[in-house]
């Protein structure tokens, strides 16, 4: 198939976004539990919608969760709800996710780090259809089709004591695994056209204008972390900047804080003791003082050539990583989720620059 596929709201022309759509097809009229698994970004909400209009209980509910911003209790009552008197401010009874797609579909998404009783719960009403409110001594019966999602290695979780594998034997019925936009670059552009021309419509531009070839080649050449997510953001922010122009765009805006004037980070003098490039050693003075961020690597909006990239590259990546491992208060687990990665991807790349449990 070389035409572009387009069917509802979902653009791609790339063989590996049509071998998904293939297998989506194949799967979706059974009543069986599946996993998707994909990057942020990746389309997995889109993919859980069409699993469930093309089966069978298209006509009925569809309903999605996303467990990963809610606390266990409040999980736990969102998902199978709560009678009246279940605990303190529980005034009347309230119908839970799993009561309210009975019939149809229920998407639960970012799965990987809810608890051991959310999983043990989750893992009785897929066995046996059945469950009890919060609170509540009745059991409830329900029919409802599940569609789960995570970004991180179900697999590896379970290996490592997180995930119940008797649960994700049950979830896995059939697993989906989407492919990131950087292994299929041919979607790029069919879908910087479709964002470009909503943005147009939402802005009431006349028409689109298209993309210079540099702008083209921009698109094209990033590495789309954020994957279709991000894509979608940069191409609305280009158009929307060049909407009084009437011209192609010629500037793709990838990073929105790039500014000449961007204020210099400051990072710890160790940081330089880890980055390849520093030969001298550091003296102790050197240490726990604090420099700013043009001892490191410069922005890319100061850049000065000539540079090493490759230094340049790691030096970034170094400061990311602590950065993030801050943020996440030097979890790992967490410090993974912030910069989309699975656990074991941030393990192996704090490994690679020797930040390992420090
Ligand atoms: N194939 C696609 N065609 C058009 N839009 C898409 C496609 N895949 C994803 N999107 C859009 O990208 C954004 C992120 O998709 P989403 O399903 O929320 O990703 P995820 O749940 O994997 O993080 C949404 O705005 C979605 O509509
Ligand atoms: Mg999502």
């Given at each position: 198939m070389t035409n572009q596929f387009q069917q509802d709201n979902l653009i791609g022309q790339s063989n590996a976004l049509l071998e998904v759509l293939e297998h989506i097809s194949q799967v979706a009229p059974l009543s069986k539990p599946v996993l998707i698994i994909g990057e942020?970004?990746?389309?997995k909400e889109l993919i859980a919608e069409r699993l469930h209009y093309l089966s069978k209980r298209w006509d009925q509910s569809f309903i999605k969760l996303n467990c990963s911003s809610l606390s266990e209790n409040l999980l736990e009552s969102e998902l199978f709800g709560h009678d009246a008197g279940a605990f303190t401010g529980a005034n009347k009874k309230h119908e839970g996710r799993f009561e309210r797609a009975d019939g149809g579909t229920l998407f639960l998404d970012e799965l990987a780090n809810t608890s051991g009783l959310i999983q043990e719960k989750l893992l009785r009403v897929i066995e046996y259809g059945e469950f009890e409110r919060v609170g509540g001594s009745k059991t409830v019966q329900t029919d409802v089709r599940l569609i789960c999602a995570a970004n991180e290695d179900l697999p590896s979780l379970a290996e490592a004591g997180e995930f119940r594998p008797d649960l994700l034997d049950r979830l896995a019925f059939d697993v989906i695994t989407l492919p990131p936009l950087r292994h299929r670059a041919e979607d790029i552009m069919p879908l910087a056209e479709y964002f470009a021309v909503g943005m147009a419509r939402q802005l009431k531009l006349e028409l689109f204008e298209g993309f210079s070839s540099a702008a083209s080649r921009q698109l094209m050449e990033y590495h789309w972390p954020g994957n279709i997510r991000e894509l979608k953001n940069v191409v609305e922010r280009s158009v929307y900047r060049n909407?009084?122009?009437?011209?192609?765009?010629?500037?793709?805006?990838?990073?929105?804080?790039?500014?000449?004037y961007r204020p210099t980070k400051r990072v710890k003098t160790k940081e330089r003791q880890q980055t390849p490039s520093s030969d001298a050693k550091p003296s102790v003075a050197d240490c726990n003082t604090v420099v700013s961020a043009n001892n490191g690597p410069q922005t890319e909006a100061s850049l000065s050539f000539p540079i090493d990239f490759k230094t340049h590259c790691e030096q970034g990546e170094v400061r990311i990583l602590k950065q993030a491992l801050e943020a996440g208060q030097f979890n790992q687990k967490k410090t993974a989720e912030l910069l989309g990665l699975s656990y074991h991807q941030l393990r192996g790349i704090l490994k690679k620059y020797n930040l390992l449990d420090k």
């Open positions: 942020r970004g990746t389309g909407a009084d122009t009437n011209a192609a765009i010629e500037q793709i805006i990838i990073d929105p804080f790039a500014s000449p």
